[in-house]
């Protein structure tokens, strides 16, 4: 069969945006031409495949993995794993964002979390967090699309708002008490607030009824409109976030702002927000006294790096 593509990049992208931003994070960072390979999944994807295998793909997905074959597909996920080894059975290399379930001595380069404990090996790369697509460009075009953020009288502080992975909505007490702890911990900012799919409508009608009165930017998940999430990483001085997502705790720390983690997790979250201050990058609010110096950190580019000079690309 033929039809395909001569782009020499692909990303297998998962319909969550959390797990594809990964993927294409890194192909950004490549500056080369790269072909979206867009997934969806049939119930078979619920399978631990322990080869490689389409199987978990739906018929419109599998339509679109045609040759000819690139010589590089990213991807990330354990879903898209059995994918991408799949095409690797083609002669493709393989790089793979995240936990595979099986497979990782078969992909050419596996980009681990170091609070994921990775098991060292040749073809590991670990991490501090996640990759993602907030580069310095990313920002640097944002503050120019998002111009009228800077209005609001400095500091501004960005609090982004998630919520638990696996439960319905941010808790009551935390959703209560979130925004009087930040502005006791910057009294005089203006607070560009967005909360997302996972926070719920009560949790985020007591997150604006607490605004009131004050110099603030609200976007609630659902709005009308453009998103003004990259504005508000562009133009803060400070961002707090919740612990509760890996993809907003990485994407905080890629800009020049200090990171403030404003709860306390468990398990896999709270090992990655352990991994951002062992790296100088996060703070807990709780303790934090003030904005401290901080270096952008850009992981996806470090990944980047490491795929040209271990010529996957060649």
Do not use: K
């Not at 580069?135 to 609090?159: D, F």
Request: hydrophobic residues 50%; charged residues 20%; contains cysteine.
């Amino acid at each position: 069969m033929s039809g395909g593509t001569t782009e020499a990049v692909w990303v297998l992208a998962d319909p969550r945006a959390g797990t594809a931003n990964q993927a294409l994070g890194i192909a950004e960072r490549l500056g080369v031409p790269f072909r979206v390979v867009e997934l969806g999944w049939s119930a078979w994807a619920r399978v631990p495949w322990p080869w490689p295998t389409l199987a978990g793909l739906d018929a419109a997905a599998r339509a679109r993995i045609v040759p000819p074959w690139p010589r590089l597909v990213l991807s990330a996920g354990r879903r898209s794993a059995p994918v991408a080894l799949w095409l690797g059975q083609r002669g493709v290399r393989t790089v793979h964002a995240m936990r595979p379930g099986f497979g990782a001595a078969r992909f050419d380069l596996l980009v681990l979390g170091r609070h994921d404990r990775p098991r060292p090996a040749p073809n590991v790369i670990e991490i501090v967090g996640a990759c993602h697509r907030v580069s310095a460009a990313v920002l640097a075009q944002a503050r120019a699309e998002w111009a009228e953020l800077a209005a609001l009288p400095s500091p501004r502080v960005a609090v982004l708002v998630g919520g638990p992975v696996r439960a319905e909505g941010l808790d009551r007490g935390t959703a209560e008490r979130l925004i009087p702890r930040v502005l006791a911990r910057f009294p005089d900012a203006s607070l560009l607030v967005t909360t997302s799919r996972r926070t719920g409508t009560e949790a985020t009608a007591l997150i604006a009824a607490a605004l009131a009165d004050r110099p603030h930017r609200l976007f609630r998940w659902g709005d009308a409109g453009p998103n003004p999430y990259l504005g508000y990483l562009a133009f803060a001085d400070a961002i707090v976030v919740t612990g509760d997502s890996v993809s907003m705790l990485a994407e905080a720390c890629a800009t020049a702002a200090p990171v403030f983690v404003a709860t306390r997790e468990r398990g896999r979250h709270e090992r990655m927000i352990e991994s951002l201050m062992n790296a100088g990058r996060a703070r807990p609010l709780r303790v934090a006294a003030a904005p401290f110096p901080v270096t952008p950190l850009d992981e996806a580019d470090r990944v980047a790096a490491a795929i040209r000079a271990r010529g996957l690309l060649d």
